[in-house]
Every structure is written in C-alpha cells, then in structure tokens.
C-alpha cells in the first residue's frame, strides 16, 4: 500500500483554514449570546488578540510534566479529530487522513482530550480544578453514552465503519440524511452534542462565578493559550463528525462553513434560553431522555 | 517553649503552617513545612521585553487590547464594575474582560479601601498574576484613604504596597470615570510604559518592607508564585 505523501501538507491546510474558522466562529457565536443580552459583545477579532497576549506573557510557572502535558493532550485531542476524517467530501485535497476505521478512532478522540486535560488540572492541585475535573468527567461520561449509541446505530444502518462511507451513503438529495433516514439515532446525538459544547445548561464544569473557572483555574499564559486553540478548534473538529454522520457532510468550503454554523447554533439557541443544570440533574437529563432515544435508535435499525 | 518557636508565635503563623513531622498512612514518618513545600518564594526578577521593538510593539498593543481583569471588590468600588459588564456600559466591546483567577488575569482592579487584612490577600494575588500586569487603583480610597484617612486599620497609599499604573479619582468614580480610566491604561500600555511587575521585581524589598511594616501576621513566603 502506497502513502501519497502530499496528504499531510493538504490535512496541515485544512487544519489552518479551521482554526481561523473556528476562532471567527466561537467569537461569532459570544457576540450571537450577547445579542440575546442586549449587548454588542467582544470584537469578532478579539480570540486573535487573546492569544497574542497570552503568547506574549514573559513569565508562565509549571506545577510538573503532567500539567504541562494537559494542555497539549487537549489539543492533540482536537488535532487528531479534525485530522482523521474527511472535512470535505470527494475533495482529494481535504479528505484528510481519513481510512476505514476512522469512526471508531474519531470517537476516541473525542474523550481524548478530556482525560489528558483531567490529569494535567490535577497536577495543579488547585480544588476548584479537582471539582471541575470530577464533575466534568462525570458529565461528559453520561453525554458520551447516546453518542456512542447514535454512531453505532449509524455504522449498522450503513454497515460500515468508515466515515467517508457514510458520507457517500447520504448525498444525492436532503432526504438522503442520516437526519431523515434515522431521526433517533440523530436526536439521541444532538443531546449528547448540547453537553459537550461546553454551554449552558451543561456548563457546570467551567462555571464561572461558582468554581471560578474549573479545571484551568491554574492554566496561563502559553499553557492557557494552547487550551484556547483547541477551545477554537474542538468544537469545529466535533461537529465536522456530526456534519459528516447525520447532516450529508459538505461538498464545498461555504456549505462546510455553513452547516457548521448552524449545528453550532443549536447549542448556542438552547445555551442562552436555559440556566444552567447541576451535575446531578444533567446526568440524570442524559440517563432519561437521551439514553433511551439511543437503545431505541439502535433497536430500530 | 524554644526561641523559635516564640519568634513564630510572636509573628502569628497559623497552627496549619507551621513545620511539622505527619505519619503516612504506610507508617512512615516525613517532614513537611508548608511554606516551603507548598509555595515557590523565588524573588521576582526583572524580564525584559521582546528583542525586537517592533515585536514588542505588536506584543504591548495585544496586551492593551485584551485586558482581563482580576476585580477585587474591596469596597463599594466593586458595585461599580458591575455596570461595565451589563447593556448599558458593556465593556467587552473594548476588549476587557473579567477573569475569575489571578493565574489568567493581567488587570488588578482594586476597588476601594484596603484594610490591612485584605492588603495581604490582595498582595498574594498580586504576585500569582504573571509578567506584565497592570494595577488599577480605584476611587480616592486608594489614593490617600479617602473617607478613611484616620482610619486606624487601612492603608492610605496604594501605591506604597503595590505599583499602580492608574488611578481613578473619585467617590465612587461612575462606570464611565472606569472606562477614561481603562482607555488612559491601554494609552500606557501601547507607549510602554506599564513596566509594574519589572518596577515591583527592582524595588522588590522597598515594597516588601512597607508591606511587613503594617502587616503583622505575616505567615507566607516573601514571594508567593
């Protein structure tokens, strides 16, 4: 088997074109939540200039490897998710480094992050950040389970395990999507997607004003800086997989921008209708309303 | 009672701070001294710019630009930040924003008076914010006391304890005397002239000793990162 080598340069490009996006996308969506407060909200540049302020910090202190190594787990987390599957479809250009089992590795991407994140916030021994860690390991368990039911759902409904496959399986017409084809397999993942996303109501992790921010409470300066980047790309990267399995994935850049746009606006709409639950209550909202919606998703198929 | 002892007593560190020798759970016995084992005291030393005046250049009109508070609602100053983050003032529009921890933040706003005992914690989280970072002294409280002049358990001078860059004058200065007063900062900062945490790092024992001359419970390391 022969490796086109001109893959990695190409997956680089894609990642650069999504980070850009991702930073105009999530200071988008603050000014959208700002809206909704009747404020103007941050500059749609201000991520940018975040960053360079946090790169340009002369002093950053280390509480041990581990707390270093958080931060860079967390974005190899996102870097790993975006690069392993497709961003656009039938591009030889952007179908990344994608192969035939990508949908089992995707799925571990996603908890990838989150557990190297959890060992570095440990590492820092601050309480707020051991408070945040457990309650997020908590949660984002109980929202991986219709996630994982939904993709396998999916994978039997297509009899396959590749994520371009699935893709293929859906063009030709709206009415070829996952999302109408399978509605509870979707359903079941938009759930886990709103306890993902880090909004409101299930943003008891970071909870600001609480625990003053979670587990980065002790992250700054260029540590700070890489958890913003993945901030930027992780969600991007996870809904190029929810794009890709329910919503006909994207045959163009402006139908890929746009598609992302609107998955995320359904976590942005619920984010700033709803406060926000606790730990207990959004496992238990998990458990009860989605869970079964994925056994059934998987029972029907 | 040995001399040591007495001094430490004298100076009040808390029972939980002082050395002491702990059996683990596995039988074995170790030593721990909490203000040596659980904070760095290294002293702060000056760090220079970027090589580059251009780089720095880009560097100082990045930091002006996205300034993250640390508010310490001290007095009723805090009441007046409040407004800034609402629809009427709505500061993030000038790229300020409120961090809940020293660690993230780069703006100290130190809202009001300062009695001794919040000197202290203000002082810790002072030297947990990293290089560069700005103080906002606000309302005339920090400026020569205020209301509370002869008030015999508040400071007078901010600027004795801490380097501050800007002072907001008034009683209470409203949200819109804070956003002069933030526009005034990013002024400094983009001509380079916000060198607090270097000012602080040079004249280190100068402030440690005002410091410790109205702090009497002085139970943490000279320098706590």
């Keep these: 088997m022969t490796f086109d080598w001109m893959k990695i340069p190409y997956a680089l490009l894609t990642l650069i074109i999504v980070v850009n996006y991702g930073l105009l996308l999530t200071a988008l969506v603050q000014k959208i939540a700002a809206r909704a407060g009747r404020r103007h909200g941050i500059p749609i540049w201000q991520n940018y200039i975040d960053l360079v302020k946090n790169y340009a910090l002369r002093t950053s202190i280390s509480h041990g490897v581990m707390y270093y190594l958080g931060p860079v787990f967390r974005l190899t987390g996102g870097v790993g998710l975006l690069l392993f599957v497709p961003s656009l479809y039938g591009s030889e250009m952007f179908s990344n480094l994608s192969f035939a089992g990508d949908l089992i590795l995707a799925l571990y991407f996603v908890f990838f992050g989150t557990l190297g994140m959890a060992l570095g916030a440990g590492e820092s021994g601050h309480p707020y950040s051991a408070i945040g860690v457990s309650r997020g390991l908590s949660q984002v368990t109980a929202a991986e389970l219709p996630l994982a039911l939904a993709v396998f759902s999916v994978a039997l409904q297509y009899q396959t395990l590749s994520v371009t496959d699935i893709v293929a399986a859906q063009q030709g017409g709206i009415t070829n999507w996952t999302l109408f084809t399978n509605p509870l397999a979707v359903t079941a993942a938009m759930f886990s997607f709103l306890g993902s996303m880090m909004r409101p109501p299930f943003d008891v992790v970071l909870a600001p004003q609480e625990i003053p921010i979670g587990p980065p409470t002790e992250y700054h300066s260029s540590y700070l800086a890489l958890m913003q980047t993945n901030r930027a790309l992780f969600p991007v990267a996870k809904m190029v997989i929810y794009m890709n399995l329910f919503f006909g994935g994207a045959t163009s850049w402006p139908i890929f921008f746009l598609k992302i746009f609107l998955i995320y606006m359904v976590s942005a709409l619920v984010g700033v209708v709803f406060p926000r639950f606790r730990v207990e209550q959004s496992i238990r909202w998990f458990l009860v309303w989605a869970v079964p919606v994925g056994v059934l998703a998987i029972l029907v198929v | ?225």
């Design chain 2, 1 to 225: 009672m040995r001399d040591e002892d007495m001094n430490e007593r004298r100076i009040g560190v808390r029972d939980e701070l002082r050395k002491r020798i702990v059996k683990g759970p596995d039988g074995i016995e170790f030593e721990v001294d909490p203000i040596s084992d659980y904070y760095c005291d290294a002293r702060p030393e000056v760090r220079p710019g970027a090589y580059a005046g251009i780089v720095e250049s880009l560097f100082n009109w990045a930091r002006s630009e996205s300034l993250w508070i640390l508010g310490f609602g001290t007095g009723c100053g805090a009441i007046e930040m409040r407004p800034l983050m609402t629809p009427r003032f709505d500061a993030y529009r000038y790229g300020i924003q409120w961090r809940p921890t020293p660690r993230q933040a780069n703006l100290f706003v130190v809202s009001g008076y300062l009695s001794v005992k919040t000197l202290k914690r203000v002082i810790r989280s002072y030297e947990q914010m990293q290089n560069p970072k700005y103080v906002v002294g606000l309302g005339s409280c920090t400026i020569n006391g205020g209301m509370y002049w002869d008030s015999y358990n508040t400071i007078k001078k901010l600027d004795q304890y801490l380097p501050v860059d800007v002072y907001i004058a008034g009683c209470m200065p409203r949200p819109e005397a804070l956003l002069a007063g933030f526009e005034e900062l990013k002024r400094i900062i983009r001509a380079g002239k916000a060198e607090g945490a270097n000012l602080y790092a040079e004249n280190f024992d100068w402030y440690k000793a005002n410091q410790k001359r109205v702090i009497h419970d002085w139970d943490m390391p000279d320098y706590n990162w």
